[in-house]
């Protein structure tokens, strides 16, 4: 339904439970944003414009209270420890996590440019 992990929900209850939070979030947002009353009366107390969640479909809304109970549940956060495992440079080198720190933060970027 939602095209990421191919289930509408996260894995285990934990996920399950913080995907129906955000849901209940997303949709509060989105039913605000489409009443003016509502959202003129809201609007001073939120730090981005609700009128944009009014725009939003249903699956989107859900797909992104997915993609914020995934990202709460992170094992890996922003300034953790990382084991210092072997990665293929571009070149086809193998090297080790720990080679390129050298006194600076380290910054792994897992995308794609398609």
């Known amino acids: 339904m939602l ?3 191919g289930s509408m929900w996260p894995p285990g209850l934990l996920g399950k439970l913080l995907f129906l939070v955000f849901a209940g979030q997303v949709m509060l947002l989105h039913y605000v944003g ?12 939120i ?18 209270a ?9 094992k890996v956060k922003a300034g953790a ?3 210092d495992i ?5 070149g086809g080198e193998t090297r080790r996590l720990s080679s390129y720190l050298q006194g600076k933060p380290l910054v792994l970027n ?3 440019l398609s």
């Open 86 to 90: 072997p990665v293929i440079t571009l």
């Open 81 to 83: 420890m990382f084991e």
């Open 66 to 74: 997915k993609c914020s109970a995934l990202h709460a549940l992170r």
């Open 110 to 112: 897992f995308g794609s």
């Open 3 to 5: 095209g990421v992990g």
């Open 47 to 64: 730090g981005y414009p609700l009128h944009r969640f009014a725009v939003y479909k249903w699956n989107e809304l859900l797909f992104c």
């Open 34 to 45: 489409r009443v003016a009353f509502l959202r003129k009366l809201v609007q001073p107390y």
